[in-house]
């Protein structure tokens, strides 16, 4: 599929609807997930509570074959994918292979969550098509990177949120 690499991670994000839109879910505690390429250390990336994403990007027809966008079993996948399209973090081939990865762990350890190797395929596959448009950031995407990169600058342990991100 994409390239060879290692995304896992520890734990479930928490997720909660964002109060601004109901069409948004928020992160409300610090998250990471790590990531591994061949031969190299792995590194932690994380993501800073009140980071706030749209989920999985499903289209409604698909809803009722795939579930809806916000099921836990798309959490992962979808938060460590969405920043990396927001953050730039790594290309957009690291983060569709990331997805891949992190839902593939949700859907074996979630219950009543379990995908097919098929379904897996069709996300990597909609994320590797479709979602040019998505990586390219708007200017509301570059304002809500400003904002991101700000509330990381404030806290304390703010550099951690930043290391891997492009300036």
């Known amino acids: ?3 060879k ?3 896992w991670f520890d734990f479930q994000p928490s997720c909660i609807p964002y109060c601004k839109n109901a069409q948004f879910m928020e992160i409300d505690k610090d998250w990471y997930y790590w990531l591994q390429f061949p ?3 792995p590194m932690q990336i994380w993501i800073a509570r009140k980071y706030f994403y749209d989920g999985a ?3 409604r027809f698909f809803w009722r074959k795939m579930g809806s966008p916000f099921h836990p079993v798309y959490w992962a996948g979808s938060l460590g994918h969405d920043h990396g399209y927001l953050t730039h973090v790594f290309a957009r081939n690291i983060m569709d292979e990331i997805i891949y990865q992190l839902v593939k762990q949700s859907s074996k350890t979630l219950p009543n969550s379990d995908l097919s190797e098929w379904e897996l395929k069709e996300i990597w596959f909609a994320v590797r098509n479709f979602g040019y448009f998505a990586y390219k950031n ?3 995407d570059l304002q809500a990177l400003s ?3 700000t509330m990381c600058h404030l806290r304390e342990d703010g550099e951690k949120f ?3 991100l492009p300036s």
Do not use: D, V
């Open 1 to 3: 599929m994409g390239p």
């Open 57 to 59: 990007s499903i289209p």
């Open 138 to 140: 708007s200017n509301a």
């Open 162 to 164: 930043l290391q891997y």
């Open 39 to 41: 031969g190299k250390a």
């Open 5 to 7: 690499l290692k995304a």
């Open 147 to 149: 904002t991101y990169k």
